[in-house]
């Protein structure tokens, strides 16, 4: 995905607004904050100081992340019929073993 001006913009902003040098506390400018990776919905920003120079990688997304997992559709276990029943009804009349043994078949 193409990143845009507006978006790096919105990220620069944000970084300017809230953050400060780590080293120094002097605030950013968005001048300051450039994008120098965008994986999907992941930013890495690189924010250099306008004073002493220090930079400071910042990892952002553009979406919580969660919004990005796949929506299972709820497992419907299958009805036991007769069929069902008569079978495991033969299985166990020869299975020699625990309930961790009939798990583990
Ligand atoms: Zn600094």
């Not at 809230?18 to 450039?34: I, K």
């Not at 919004?67 to 495991?88: H, N």
Request: hydrophobic share 40%; net charge negative.
């Amino acid at each position: 995905m193409a990143v845009t001006g507006d978006e790096t913009a919105e990220f620069a902003a944000y970084v300017s607004r809230y953050m400060a040098c780590e080293q120094c506390g002097t605030p950013y400018v968005p001048e300051n904050v450039v994008v120098v990776l965008r994986e999907d919905i992941r930013w890495t920003l690189l924010a250099t100081c306008p004073v002493c120079d220090h930079e400071r990688h910042i990892v952002a997304y553009d979406c919580p992340p969660y919004l990005k997992l796949r929506v299972m559709e709820p497992v419907i276990p299958a009805r036991v019929t007769q069929a069902t029943v008569d079978g495991w009804r033969k299985y166990l009349a020869t299975f020699d073993g625990d309930v961790y043994d009939l798990l583990a078949e």
